[in-house]
């Protein structure tokens, strides 16, 4: 009968287990920065749509804020209740830009 080194097969899969802890561990890692990565990019390119909203108000010499205009959307807008007509046309220019922030 052969003897199987039992000692050795342990010692080599605890080897195995800790190299796949440390990739899962790596791929975690990456991840989690990723995910830290994307969340900064959305973050910037809301604050660049807000810019573009303020850009839009000011050019038109409305008195609205980037938040009156969020807000109208979605309780009035989105539920098909009437704005005014300076507001429509805010939200009618602005759709894509409204929309993406409040994703």
């Not at 969340?39 to 108000?57: D, M």
């Not at 609205?64 to 220019?93: A, F, P, R």
């Amino acid at each position: 009968m052969e003897k199987r080194d039992y000692l050795g097969e342990i010692k080599t899969q605890e080897h195995t287990i800790k190299k796949q802890e440390e990739f899962i561990n790596s791929i975690t890692s990456m991840n989690k920065a990723q995910s830290v990565e994307i969340f900064e990019l959305k973050q910037k390119l809301k604050t660049e749509y807000c810019k573009t909203i303020e850009k839009f108000i000011l050019e038109h010499d409305y008195t609205y804020s980037v938040q009156d205009i969020l807000n109208e959307y979605q309780t009035k807008y989105t539920k098909g209740y009437s704005v005014s007509y300076t507001m429509e046309k805010c939200i009618e220019n602005l759709k894509t830009e409204i929309c993406d922030i409040l994703k």
